[in-house]
């Protein structure tokens, strides 16, 4: 199995920047792509961005220009760097490892007007 831990969320004012990062644990061999998605309060889950150990990164729409996923310097790390927040970004933000099942808990993003 694989466990995914967030951190890095919080309080920003529009405009401002958050970098998260997501480690795994586990059965980490497997993981060859990472995810994050977000939800906002009353909406569905919706992919933010996904990164694959061979190809170029993708983004929603939404945050193409503004956020960038990464790997870290450890295999089982992954980064979001998030600039020119804007209130609409405001969500919980989950990890997940495509086709293994797993999610982190989240870590909530909260951007003020």
């Known amino acids: 199995q694989v466990q995914l831990v967030e951190s890095g969320g919080g309080l920003v004012q529009a405009g401002g920047s958050l970098r998260l990062s997501c480690a795994a644990s586990g059965i980490i061999f497997r993981i060859n792509r990472m995810a994050w998605y977000r939800q906002a309060p009353g909406e569905q889950r919706e992919l933010v961005a996904i990164?694959?150990?061979?190809?170029?990164?993708n983004y929603a729409d939404s945050v193409k220009g503004r956020f960038t996923i990464s790997w870290g310097n450890a295999k089982n790390t992954v980064h979001l760097q998030m600039n020119s927040l804007k209130p609409e970004d405001t969500a919980v933000y989950y990890c997940?490892?495509?086709?293994?099942?797993?999610w982190g808990q989240g870590t909530v993003v909260t951007v003020s007007s």
């Open positions: 997940n490892a495509p086709g293994s099942g797993a």
């Open positions: 990164i694959s150990s061979g190809g170029a990164p």
